[in-house]
């Protein structure tokens, strides 16, 4: 009987074990069939101005501030310079100013029935800290070039995507092109703090005129070496959703008193536990929608313990997660996020508090909302004298829903990173941060994010951080890339084609 169940047990194993390796061997990419555009753009551009552009444009320190406080001269300089260096865009397409700052450009394509194409940027920055300007190796608005790069605020984040959506279609109107699908774009002025009076204003407008994009594409995801551990190629990480934002306050109100009389419990030692229990509670880890196309769309290229690992999710899934908890980046992909940022308590040395409080920041997964953290908070903290509340001074965002990952629009996208990027693994991404795009899922359902700059390790740290830059090839790519999106989404119109042949199948 106990040999009888050995050999079940033995055959089960080798069983499980087979179907593993053939998962893994058998493992590939959704996307892998995706061909590269039939059409390539094939064009000669001025590149030195273009560059001479680029570098022009940051040198406007056009920094996010509330309307009372920004520097509307950088911001109205800005804007002439754009006149003056895209005489075909502002000539000949129609320009409407939103909030006086943001744009909203439209090129009217031939065939006004079909739903148009929309690209986002938006050129505010933000700021620089004094004490790093030192630290920089070119001043950080002087627009230098040094080495092969453009030095500046805003070079990655985000005026590189600006002027060269603009240099597309500067020199695609030169060549005579006319689109036969409308195109929009969107260039924001305040999306470092919001976006609600840029973006927000152009989902009104758009609402208002009952006008819903087919597809729109933003920034936030990127071209990343070396990014994901586990992957050697280049990868095009495309932002099919992004994480929401909260801020929360704990407050403990007390009697206070003098130091010399303590009582066995004050203030802050109540809000010291509450944060004890929070910090050793995180959120669990999920696979959200963006994560999942992530593991189906990389896994296939990565190493072999990964690629075993991300074909046999029912079996690993406990190893993934611990996988990517290794790094910062990789658990705030798996989970909603908690961190304390602020702690504010007593005034003097030898004074009891009567009020402390603590502000937490959650970065929430798609599905998550403020309700569903405050009541999770509530219940980890499990102390009445703590009062959990928003914080009134913080914006909220749920996260937002996930565009879809795999369907005809979606690899039409692929396609033309494909083209310009052709040695690009392609995958869906979870976007960590915040980006105008968020606002735009009311009028589409198809809303993406990617810049077409390639993201080294060492380059995380240059955004919002010390020594902003990109290299002129990287800038030229971005041109060219953005020039294939609108010929083949806008000029040919591959969607429809694509429309069509799917509803054949």
């Known amino acids: 009987m106990i040999k009888k169940a050995v050999k079940i ?19 590939t990419s959704p996307l892998a069939d995706v061909k590269p555009s039939e059409e390539p753009i094939n064009w000669k551009i001025d590149e030195s101005n273009a560059v ?73 920055v933000v700021p620089v800290e004094s004490a790093t ?22 070079a990655i984040d985000n005026k590189t995507p600006c002027i060269a959506i603009l240099e597309a279609v500067e020199n695609l109107l030169s060549y ?8 929009l774009i969107s260039i924001g002025h305040d999306e470092e703090i919001g976006g609600n009076d840029g973006a927000v204003k152009v989902v009104e407008k758009l609402s208002q005129k009952r006008i819903e994009p087919a597809i729109i594409l933003d920034e936030g995801g990127t071209m990343g070496l070396g990014l994901v ?21 704990l407050l403990v109100k007390g009697s206070g008193g003098h130091s010399s009389m303590p009582g066995p419990d004050n203030t802050l030692s109540i ?36 690629r075993m690992a991300f074909a046999n999710k029912w079996l690993f899934k406990k190893l993934i997660f611990n996988s990517f908890s290794k790094t910062p980046q990789g658990a705030a992909m798996m989970r909603t996020t908690q961190v304390p940022t602020v702690v504010a308590a007593g005034v003097k040395d030898n004074v009891i508090p009567n009020v402390a409080k603590a502000v937490y920041n959650f970065r929430l997964l798609p599905g998550h909302t403020d309700s569903s953290v405050i009541k999770r908070v509530i219940k980890i903290i499990n102390d009445p004298r703590v009062t ?29 990173i494909k083209t310009t990027f052709p040695e690009a693994v392609v995958s869906p991404y979870l976007v960590l941060g915040a980006t105008d795009s968020r606002h735009f899922y009311q009028v589409c359902t198809h809303v993406y994010r990617f810049n077409p700059i390639l993201l080294k390790p060492d380059d995380l740290s240059r955004i919002h951080g010390i020594n902003e830059r990109v290299s002129i090839s990287d800038f030229l790519r971005a041109i060219d890339f953005y020039a294939q999106w609108i010929q083949d989404l806008c000029v040919r119109d591959v969607l429809s084609a694509s429309i069509q042949k799917s509803s054949k199948m």
């Open 271 to 306: 809000l010291s536990r509450a944060m004890h229990r929070l910090n050793e509670n995180p959120f669990p880890f999920e696979l959200s929608k963006p994560v999942e196309g992530f593991l189906e769309c990389a896994g296939p290229y990565m190493d072999f313990p990964a």
């Open 388 to 416: 959990v509340r928003m914080h009134p001074d913080a914006p909220y965002t749920p996260g937002s829903p996930s565009s879809p990952h795999s369907d005809h629009i979606f690899r039409q996208l692929v396609s033309v």
């Open 133 to 154: 300007l030192d630290q920089w190796e070119e001043a950080p608005f002087s627009g230098r070039i040094s080495d092969g790069y453009i030095y500046g605020r805003g």
């Open 176 to 183: 005579g092109i006319e689109p036969k699908r409308t195109l």
């Open 9 to 27: 047990l033995l055959a089960a194993i080798a069983g499980s074990a087979a179907l593993v390796l053939w998962k893994t061997f058998t493992f």
């Open 52 to 124: 001479r552009k680029l570098s022009q444009a940051l040198t406007y320190p056009t920094i996010s501030h509330k309307r009372e406080m920004m520097d509307l001269e950088a911001y109205d300089g800005f804007l002439q310079f754009l006149f003056h260096s895209f005489p075909n865009v502002f000539s000949k397409l129609q320009i409407d100013t939103v909030n006086d700052y943001t744009l909203l450009i439209t090129w009217r394509g031939r065939d006004t029935t079909l739903a148009p194409a929309m690209l986002m940027g938006h050129y505010d």
């Open 229 to 249: 551990p586990g992957l050697m190629a280049p990868t095009a990480l495309i932002g099919t959703a992004e994480k929401g934002y909260l801020s929360l306050e």
